[in-house]
Structure formats: C-alpha cells, structure tokens
C-alpha cells in the first residue's frame, strides 16, 4: 500500500491502542501529516506505557503497509487451502454471502458459526456490531476459551472476579514470583515494575519449565515440569502450615473452607511436591520460607500455567496462597493473573444486543474444539452440522489445537467459509470469501486491559488502506443485506465506541485513557466478590482445589509416556503474538526458523545435535523444524515456540499439529502444554 501524500495538511497526533491480545495494552502516540504516518510510538504521558512499545508492535508500520495486505474482497477459485482467490467487488461478494447464509438460516441458523477471539482486543471491532449481527440471526454461539478460561474460572472461584493487584505496585513488592509466565516476552510493562522492585532490593523468583529471557534475569529460577503447578502450590501450604507462616487473622474472617485446605496441604510435605514437580524438596522449602517470611509478597501469575489438564485447580491453589500469608493486606502484595473484572461494572452489558436473540437459546460452540466441531455430523444433541463459518479476529487453522483435524474441517467442501482478515494466514486459504479489514490505524476503537486498569480510546490516524473496511462496518452492510432492520443496525464506529463504557467519552478522547475506579489495596478487609465475601477454599458445592494431573502424564497414562517421553510445550515466540507477525519480514528474520528446545542429555539420547532438521511426533501427526540444543529447555520437556504460520514451516505443520482437543478441568479451555511427543532426526 502507498497511501497518497498531501503536502498541504498538518501534522497531527492521534490517541492510538495496541490493538493485540497482551495484558500491556499500551497507549500509542501516532504523528501523521496528511495521509502519510510519520512516527508511531509508545506514549510517553500514559502511566504504564512509559513510552514504550515492544519489538513487534514498534513494527507496527511495517505490518500495516506490507505488500501482502488483502487489499480487496477474493473469492476461491482454487481447492479449499490453496489460496487461490480472484478479486471481487464488495457488492458482489455481500450480495452472495447474505444470500448464502440466508439460505442455510431458513433451514436452521444454528448451522452458522462465528468464530473470533483477540486479533484486535478492540469492544468496537470485537462483537459490538458482530455479536448483534450473530445474535439476530440467531447463529449458534462461540464459547471463547482458547486462551484463559480455566485460569479465568480458577480466580473467579476463589475470589469472586477475576481481579486482582494493580500492575504500578508491583514496584513496591519485597518478594516478586514470576509464575507461568515469560514476563520479557508477553507482560513487557510488568517487567519494567519488576526491575524497579528488584532494584529497590526485592527477590525475583521464576516458576517456569522453561529457563526464559525472564527467568535468567531473576534471582532464582524452578524449573518444574509443566502441569504440576497445583503440587508446588500445596507443597508450599504445607511448609507454611508446619513453620506456621500464616496470617492466623486473615484466614479466620477472610477464607472460606480454610481447615479443609489445611488438612489437604499436610498430605503435601515437600519430598512429595518435589516428585511430583521434578524439583528438590530443598526447592520447595527455600521458596516457602521466601514467601512465608517476606512482606509484601506479590505473585505476577500468567496464563501458561493453566494449559494444562488441571490448569483450573492449580489457579485455585496458587490464588489461595496470598491469603494464608495475608499478602492483601498490603497493595504491593497479593497476586495478579487479570484485571478484567475491574472494567466490568462500566460495561454497557447491552452493546452486543443479546436482546436481539428475542428468546432464542442457540447452541454453544467450544472455540477450542473446532477440529471435532466441523466434523461432527447432526445428530440430536449436537443439532445441525455446521455449514457456515465467519471467522473475524482469529486464525483457528493455524492456532487451535489438533491441526490435521482442523485443517480437515475446513476443508470439507459443504462448508461455506468467510474470512474477515488483513493478510492471507492459514485460515484465509481455507476461505470461499476473504474480506479485507481494516487495521487499528484505520479505524475506531475503545480498549479495555487485563493486565492493568485503563480504559484507552483508539481513534483512526490514516485512510482504510486500499478498499479495506472495519469488521463492525462489514457486519453492518451484511444485516442491510439480510434484512435486519432494527435501529442498532445503523449505529457507526464512533457511536458504538461511545456506548461501549459507561465513561465521559469526550475525556476519554482529550486524555486517550481514562484510569478505573480500583481500591488500592482490594482485600486487605477481605471483601471479596464472592457471595460470603470470602476467598474460597471450598464451599457449599465447591469442592476443595487439588492436583489434577496432566492428561497425557505417565501418572495418567504410563503407556502413551513409555511411547512418548517428552512432554512437550509451546509458549510464544517473542516476536509473534500467537500467529501474529508471523509473516513480519524484519520480525521473521528474528526469529529465524521454527525450532524445538531440547536439553543437552535429551538431545545426546537421541543422537541430535544443535541446529539439526527433526521431526516431532505423536499418534496425531507430525512437525518438522529445527532442534535447538539448549540449557532453556529441561529434562523431560521440550518447548516448541509458538504459533507459526503453517505454509511458513518446513514440512506445512505448525507445533498444534501434535497437540490435542482434551479440555481443561474448569472453564473448558484448551490444554496446548499438556502433550506428550517424541523426536528423533529428519
Ligand atoms: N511476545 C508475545 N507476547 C504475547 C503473546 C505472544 O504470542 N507473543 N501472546 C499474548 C497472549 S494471547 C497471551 S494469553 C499471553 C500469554 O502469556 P502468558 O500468560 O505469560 O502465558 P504463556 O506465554 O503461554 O506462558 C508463560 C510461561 O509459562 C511457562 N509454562 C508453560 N507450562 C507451564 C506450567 O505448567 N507451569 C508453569 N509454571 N509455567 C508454564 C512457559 O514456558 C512460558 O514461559 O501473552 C500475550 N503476549
Ligand atoms: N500451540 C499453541 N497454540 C496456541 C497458543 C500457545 O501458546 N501454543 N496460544 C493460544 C492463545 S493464548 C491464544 S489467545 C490463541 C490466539 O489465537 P488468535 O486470537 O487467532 O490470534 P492470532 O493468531 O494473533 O490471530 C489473530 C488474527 O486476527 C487478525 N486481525 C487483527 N486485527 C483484526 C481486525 O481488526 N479485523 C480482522 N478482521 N482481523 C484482524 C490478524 O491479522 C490475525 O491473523 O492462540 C492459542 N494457540
Ligand atoms: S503487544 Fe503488548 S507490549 Fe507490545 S505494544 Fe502491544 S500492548 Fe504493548
Ligand atoms: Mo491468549
């Protein structure tokens, strides 16, 4: 794309939003002259963007003008895949597409499924227009746990929301757990807060299987085996019990279900923790005592601890932790997993219109599923087989689990597939129709985070690029198209940015953010969300948290670990966002090629040697890439960074070729580090 330069017009400068699925959710200062973009950069003026932006997105420019943007409808003219398309004019293409989806809608809507999730974390080019849509037609819904259901639920069922610490009093903390998450890579913001306190003196601790950039910068590093989090967890509830570091008083008035808790830590002495977890009891022992004799102590939990078969529990356990100790008393202890439940209450709950569905109850589709999904035929308790598909803000081919059986769905010929997207990923090649979309430059947009507590606006700094539309005003034109004539139909981009939130939107445009209402210190009076304002424990049918193997362990299934050895993990690329940039020259070039982690011991048992072309392997398929030998990866566990572009990899797979659909024990999320493999030379 070049977009036309005009000498006349004046500089100006835009309160942009980092559109991308990452807890930082920074403010972005965009200078344009004209049409043409002069500078994109962190805002310097936002609390806790301080300027800056990550590598990816400081790249932003060149994503949005990149030569391989989608710049005009396509219609297939290829086999499914293929990726051949003919241009089309957008008439034509809506014209069909309402008349294709009205057609199945007749027969039944259920048979149409949206699916999206957080390629813009944007309430304006999410389901503002798009839920409404969906929800007139009456399609079937999407349930959106790929990413944080089951730690989502896991907080929620201890606390009552997923809410917790404010990110700025992170710098204040004494002791500071880095658990499950890679905080340089994905939480950048965080680890500017986590420099500070370390600066200040405060002990940073990674718990983590893999040795990341984050964990060789802390103090201390537990590289315990994916999926035994909950173990640690009570192995630590056990020392605090016997050495009696525990906040008697907050546990009395603040913990519902505490002696039960109490009785269960006790059958977790530390040897057993250990074993469980591939650590030392002496590991287990030192971080209790750190945790249990520090104030204030804070835990960044993130989200790939809970991957995994028991990915829901082990969030129950580890968000009990700050209340043994009494860590909310103050604001710079506690635990922060999300903050989303801060910026609930100002949610216009009717923005999405779930009205419109006027007593309907279509059936809930699991996003996480959607390989066995688009295979299943009808039956009575599945309903209709699906026939449509309208995928916006999502790349399922390449990122949901189990690809052969997702890449086999798309395929199937009597599936009518419309793709809203900027580039032609993976799933675009599966597409009957490819709409192009306009990018965060180019369109209104209002954001919330879940990693810290502002609301920020995003208004559009240049033209739509080529005949680029918003997702909300491709969604308008179809319900022109299929009849849908209620008034909310016609709302634009900025007024639904306006009924987003219930905020002054003007200020919110003066300023570009806005800070929520949040205690400083949430519970240190308790206080909770939960219905007795306790923390929960357990409750009147809620049983206690408790480790839950992963599903393919050799506690769970010792045959498939004897054929299988490695357990296998996938967490991002630094310089990807899921499969995002993938496809980013400069960011590529970075990353170099797809590869696997593999330690020194692992690697010499399977005579491979760094740099080496493999294949990883499991009775669900096969990926090849490159064997890296390194002291990242521990014994037992191998990490397979994530989530490249299929067409982009050596042999057409991507690692979710090896994983599977399993879910996890709360919130029905996907289990992408709970996967057994094996590897050996290509
Ligand atoms: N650069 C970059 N940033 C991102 C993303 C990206 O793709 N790239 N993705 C964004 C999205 S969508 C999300 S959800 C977040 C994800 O970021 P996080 O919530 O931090 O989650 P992950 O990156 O999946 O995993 C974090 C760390 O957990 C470790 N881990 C894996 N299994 C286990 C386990 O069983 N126990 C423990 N304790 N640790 C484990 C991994 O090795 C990894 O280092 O980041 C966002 N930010
Ligand atoms: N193996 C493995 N698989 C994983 C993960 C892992 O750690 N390991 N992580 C999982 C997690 S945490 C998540 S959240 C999911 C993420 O999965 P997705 O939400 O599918 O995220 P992306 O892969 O970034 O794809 C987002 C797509 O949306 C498009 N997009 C961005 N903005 C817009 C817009 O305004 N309009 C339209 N129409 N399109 C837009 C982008 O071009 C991009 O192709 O992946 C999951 N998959
Ligand atoms: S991806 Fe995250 S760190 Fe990077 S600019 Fe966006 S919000 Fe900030
Ligand atoms: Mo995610």
């Known amino acids: 794309m070049s977009l036309p330069r005009d000498s006349s017009a004046s500089t100006r400068v835009i309160h942009a939003a980092c559109p991308h699925d990452c807890p930082d959710t920074c403010a972005i200062r965009v200078t344009v002259e004209g049409d043409r973009l002069v500078r994109l950069q962190g805002e310097p003026d936002h609390p806790t963007t301080q300027g800056a932006l990550c590598t990816k997105v400081s790249r932003y420019a060149e994503r949005n003008s990149h030569p391989e943007r989608v710049l005009q409808p396509l219609r297939r003219v290829g086999p499914k895949g293929s990726g051949q398309f ?198 287990v022992r030192g971080l209790a005592r750190d945790y249990g004799t520090t104030a204030p102590a804070a835990i960044r939990l993130n989200y790939g601890m809970q991957r995994v078969a028991g990915g829901g529990n082990a969030a129950r356990l580890i968000a009990l932790l700050p209340c043994l100790v009494g860590a909310w008393r103050h604001r710079a202890g506690g635990l922060l997993l999300s903050a989303s439940g801060w910026n609930k209450p100002l949610r216009n709950p009717a923005l999405e219109r779930p009205d419109l569905l006027g007593g309907r109850q279509p059936r809930s589709i699991n996003m996480s599923t959607i390989g066995d999904e688009l295979l299943r035929e009808a039956s009575p308790a599945f309903g209709p087989k699906i026939e449509a598909l309208v995928v916006y803000n999502s790349n399922p081919v390449a990122v949901a689990p189990e690809s052969a059986k997702v890449v086999a769905g798309f395929r199937r010929e009597d599936l009518f597939t419309v793709v809203l997207e900027h580039f032609l990923t993976d799933t675009a090649d599966h597409a009957d129709y490819v709409l192009p979309a306009t990018t965060q430059l180019e369109h209104w947009d209002v954001h919330a985070s879940y990693g810290h507590t502002y609301l920020l606006i995003n208004e559009p700094a240049l033209p739509p690029a080529g005949q680029a539309r918003s997702n909300a005003e491709i969604f308008r034109q179809l319900a022109a198209r299929m009849g849908f004539d209620e008034p909310c139909f016609q709302d634009d981009d900025l007024s639904l940015a306006r009924q ?91 990353e170099g090629e797809p590869l696997l982690e593999i330690c020194e011991a692992d690697a010499q048992a399977r005579g491979l040697a760094d740099g080496q072309p493999v294949r990883v ?56 580090y709970d996967c057994l493999v094996e590897v050996a030379p290509l």
């Open 86 to 283: 003919e241009p089309v004019g957008w008439d034509e293409a809506l014209n069909d597409i309402a008349a294709r989806l009205k057609a199945i809608a007749a027969r039944d809507p259920q048979a149409i499924l949206p699916y999206s999730y957080a390629g813009t974390m944007g309430f304006v080019q999410g389901e503002a227009m798009a839920g409404r849509f969906f929800h007139r037609l009456g399609a079937s819904q999407l349930n959106r746990t790929i990413c944080a259901e089951a730690g989502a639920t896991g907080l929620a069922l201890t606390y009552g929301a997923t809410v917790g610490m404010h990110l700025e009093h992170f710098a204040e903390s004494r002791l500071i757990l880095i658990w499950g998450s890679n905080s340089i890579a994905s939480n950048l913001h965080f680890w500017t807060y986590a420099q500070a306190a370390k600066r200040a003196g405060a002990k940073l601790i990674a718990i983590d299987p893999r040795r990341t950039e984050t964990a060789e910068k802390c103090h201390q590093h537990i590289a315990l085996r994916p999926g035994t989090d909950s173990a640690l967890a009570l192995g630590l509830m056990h020392e605090l019990v016997v050495n009696d570091w525990l906040d008697h008083d907050y546990l009395t008035r603040h913990v519902e279900g505490w002696p039960a808790l109490r009785e269960r830590a006790l059958q977790w002495p530390p040897e057993r923790a250990a074993e469980v977890c591939g650590i030392t009891a002496d590991e």
């Open 617 to 672: 392997f499991n009775d669900r398929g096969e990926y090849h890439c490159v064997a890296r030998v390194s002291p990242r990866a521990r014994p037992g566990v191998v990490n397979g960074l994530g989530v490249w572009w299929r067409k982009l990899g050596r042999n057409g797979t991507n690692v979710n070729q090896l994983t599977h659909q399993r879910l996890t024990d709360l919130g029905e999320a996907p289990c992408f």
């Open 500 to 590: 987003a939130f219930e905020v002054d939107f003007d200020e919110l445009c003066r300023v570009g953010w806005l800070k929520l209402p949040v205690p400083e210190a949430p519970f240190a009076e308790g206080r909770f969300f939960t219905s007795s304002g306790k923390a929960q424990a357990c409750a009147p049918g809620l049983p206690l948290p408790d480790h839950v193997p992963n599903h393919e362990s050799a506690e769970r299934d010792p045959t498939l670990a004897q054929r299988y050895p490695l357990a296998m993990i996938s967490p991002p690329a630094r310089n990807f966002l899921n499969s995002s940039f993938v496809n980013v020259k400069s960011l590529r070039d970075i």
